[in-house]
């Protein structure tokens, strides 16, 4: 595992924290919360969405933390993780100053999706963040899995028929409606969907137009991490090894006050393969565009 390069000076707990060396000293920057799905950890998270690889580019600011339960499985739990999570934003904060902070997002794979679902009902995070890229990790309005979603056991038995991670009422796929405002993308692999809704409810929220289609993203690189522990026994909505591919990309336009509200679609990727760098960076374009602000606001009150 690579060394971590922050500690939360509250618990202890080590996290990434990666930013362009040459950040003048009232230069704006984006600031993404980067989570990563069960079973994961913060280094296969870095790379599984490696935003970090444009932080030069686009000014970004990239935390990204791992769970503190590892048992039975590593998983994102409120007891033992909103305050950690609480504290790198604070320490993001002091260490660069709220309003240089041009918006914050929250960025997060399958069950870091989730969790970033339940942290945006929340009164701490719903005051503060901007917007939400769920990579697969529940849309708002929902989408239908498969049923060969999830690879089979080692021993060969056959995989659960229904995901049983739930969090505060959201579950793979389904992301509960926060009440918060902010910008929300949703991508996905073709092959762990049944079929993505043409509408939005969060567009609707916004009163923006009916979704348009934009130029194909076609990836000629491949994605740098996939679920190694499923080798040989995994299905294609779980994810194989990573490859070029193509995304499909949706814009749901004119929304109120700006938001950016989107749908994309990685044609025949699951669930793990990581990323491939010009998706990422189509993504990370759509987050610089968005409009932000409340960070500056909750310290200014």
Known sequence: MEPQTAVDEKTGRKFF????????PDERVVFLLNLHGGGSHGVWQRKYFPAIDYKDRYRLVVATPSAATRKPFARWVDEADDEHLQNIVEQVVAKFGAERIASFWLVGHSQGG???????RTDYFAERVDGWLSLSGGRIGGIELPKSFFPPAKDGQAPPSRPRIREGGARPGVASVPEA???FIFATGEHEIVKLPEASPWAEKYAAGAR?????IVDEEAGQVYDTTRAGRSTKGWGFEPGPGTAELYIYPGARDGRVIADVVRLNKGHTEGLEPRITEELVKLIVSAPGGKLGKVVAA
Do not use: H
């Not at 990666?18 to 950040?23: G, M, R, S, T």
């Not at 989730?114 to 945006?120: C, F, G, H």
């Not at 348009?212 to 194909?216: G, H, L, S, Y």
């Open 17 to 24: 924290l990666e930013y362009p060396e040459d950040l003048k």
């Open 114 to 120: 989730m969790t970033s679902n339940r942290l945006l």
């Open 181 to 183: 405002d902010f910008s």
């Open 212 to 216: 348009v289609r934009q130029p194909d």
